[in-house]
């Protein structure tokens, strides 16, 4: 596999991931990748800020306090006064696991990547579904 061929798989993979989301109430606004970048974010550095996510993820500011905002009225993430600073806030993974969080754990993945594969067959499905499992194991952090 190339670079190019890993990036590109990579966007094909985080596609999949947005369309197996379960739908907020609400309906979609767009940006859950930016969501889920700065809840991972926070949730690996507790008692951060929004310009640190900001400086570590990449995304511009305004971004991050957008995702922020939304993950604060989900209640996924909880916000605390700098002691230091009295204007900021220090963000915090809420220890509560929130409706909206246990909705998108038990979201199921099959017909979003069944959409998705070449050809749509069980036996795809199943080996595609084992790779992504091992793939997840060797790769990524716990997002929850």
């Known amino acids: 596999m190339t670079p190019v061929e890993l990036i590109l798989l990579g966007r094909a993979l985080l596609k999949i991931g947005e369309q197996a989301l379960p739908e907020p109430a609400g309906g979609r606004t767009g940006g859950e990748r930016a969501v889920v970048v ?11 800020t929004v310009t640190e996510v900001a400086r570590r993820t990449g995304l511009p500011q305004s971004a991050v306090s957008g995702a ?14 700098d002691p ?7 963000l915090h993974r809420n220890p509560e696991l929130t409706a909206r969080r246990r909705e998108v754990a038990a979201a199921d993945i099959a017909p979003a990547l069944t959409a ?29």
């Not at 922020?68 to 006064?81: D, I, K, Y």
């Not at 230091?84 to 220090?90: E, H, I, K, S, V």
């Open 38 to 48: 700065v809840m991972s974010d926070i949730y690996a550095h507790d008692g951060t």
């Open 68 to 81: 922020v905002a939304r993950l604060r009225t989900a209640g996924s993430v909880l916000a605390s006064p």
């Open 84 to 90: 230091a600073d009295r204007r900021r806030q220090l």
């Open 116 to 144: 998705a594969l070449a050809e749509p067959t069980p036996a795809a499905l199943t080996e595609t579904l084992a790779a992504l499992e091992t793939l997840n194991r060797h790769l990524t952090p716990a997002p929850f």
